[in-house]
């Protein structure tokens, strides 16, 4: 009988990946990361609606960083295991030059990497983005949208579960503390991105303005668990400005650390460029619209969505859509 090729590449239950790991240090690590998702996937039942559950989780061992997706027909999350490694690798990179023991204590950095990654495809699928898609189409800004979704449902959830789980009561340091963990990553995947136009990719906003709109949903979070949008709170205002002092200084440390000066800082470069929202003004409007699309079908069972008698229509660009209770299925 021929053995597993332990170096194959395949995907495994998260428990079963762990058993198949010999090195007891590394063993470790991944269990330290990978015990944070059930209890996020919990606060993410708690929050938003999941009708269809939660997706499964896999990790797929031997793997790139690239092939962590999700795969919403067979409703899984997989993580490549090589994603782990590079969130690990930031961390100790960042321990170079600055201390991050919090919230999480060691590894907080890669902790909120793979939670990070792991809200984020858990949301295109919570929030039905395929079905959105098949309804609004795939053009560049729905599909920036949908990325704007994910990315901002992911940092709001991350955020809760911190304030869940220190309950300090006091929001802008839990706010600052997550930030100062996603900082590491979402900086490391600017350095290594293919993406280099402040367009962003025909499928991707640029990773510069993905922090910029993590910097912004983050100040609009506040304790009575209701967002706050349009930035009418001025304490939004006031934690913008201090969470965006705060990325200039870690952005100034990263640098340093690698060797660069401030002047070749692209997330400085692309504040000064989009000061006028120039790179996401059309993302938020693009947002604005179909985010009622998305909030309605994420109420609604699949069977109830996937037909062609719930396609929402923009009409003089007004939006419609049939009754929630027209007669589909019958
Ligand atoms: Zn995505």
């Known amino acids: 009988m021929l053995l597993p090729d332990p170096d194959a590449r395949r995907p495994m239950e998260p428990a079963d990946f762990l058993k198949c790991i010999d090195d007891d240090e590394r063993r470790d690590r991944y269990s330290a990361v990978l015990e944070r998702l059930d209890p996020l996937a919990g606060v993410i039942r708690e929050r938003f609606f999941a009708v269809d559950g939660i997706p499964d989780l896999r990790i797929i061992k031997n793997a790139p960083k690239g092939d962590t997706e999700l795969r919403d027909i067979v409703g899984a999350v997989f993580i490549a295991d090589g994603l782990l490694d590079w969130f690990f690798e930031i961390d100790e990179f960042t321990r170079g030059f600055i201390d991050i023991q919090y919230p999480f204590g060691k590894w907080s950095v890669a902790k909120i990497g793979a939670m990070w990654a792991y809200a984020h495809e858990v949301f295109h699928f919570v929030r039905r983005h395929a079905l959105v898609e098949k309804h609004?189409?795939?053009?560049?800004?729905?599909?920036?949208?949908?990325?704007?979704?994910?990315?901002?449902?992911?940092?709001a959830v991350i955020y809760r579960f911190v304030?869940?789980?220190?309950?300090?009561?006091d929001e802008l340091q839990l706010k600052m503390a997550v930030l100062k963990s996603l900082f590491f990553i979402v900086r490391a995947e600017?350095?290594?991105?293919?993406?280099?136009?402040?367009?962003?990719?025909p499928t991707h906003p640029h990773t510069a303005a993905r922090l910029w709109d993590l910097v912004c949903k983050l100040s609009m979070l506040h304790d009575t668990g209701r967002t706050n949008p349009d930035f009418v709170n001025p304490i939004s205002i006031q934690h913008s400005l201090v969470m965006?002092?705060?990325?200039?200084?870690?952005?100034?440390?990263?640098?340093?650390?690698?060797?660069?000066?401030?002047?070749s800082s692209v997330i400085g470069d692309f504040l000064c460029q989009n000061s006028e929202l120039k790179f996401t003004r059309s993302r938020h409007e693009q947002w604005d619209e179909i985010s009622r699309l998305i909030d309605y079908f994420s109420t609604l069972p699949r069977e109830d969505v996937d037909n062609d008698k719930s396609?929402?229509?923009?009409v003089n660009g007004l939006f419609s859509m049939p009754s929630k209770h027209s007669d589909a299925g019958v």
């Open 244 to 263: 965006l002092d705060m990325v200039k200084d870690l952005e100034r440390k990263y640098l340093m650390a690698k060797n660069r000066d401030f002047e």
């Open 311 to 314: 396609i929402g229509f923009i």
């Open 136 to 155: 609004f189409g795939k053009s560049r800004d729905v599909r920036h949208a949908l990325e704007f979704d994910a990315d901002m449902c992911a940092v």
């Open 163 to 169: 304030q869940f789980k220190e309950n300090t009561g």
């Open 190 to 201: 600017i350095d290594q991105s293919s993406i280099k136009e402040y367009e962003g990719s």
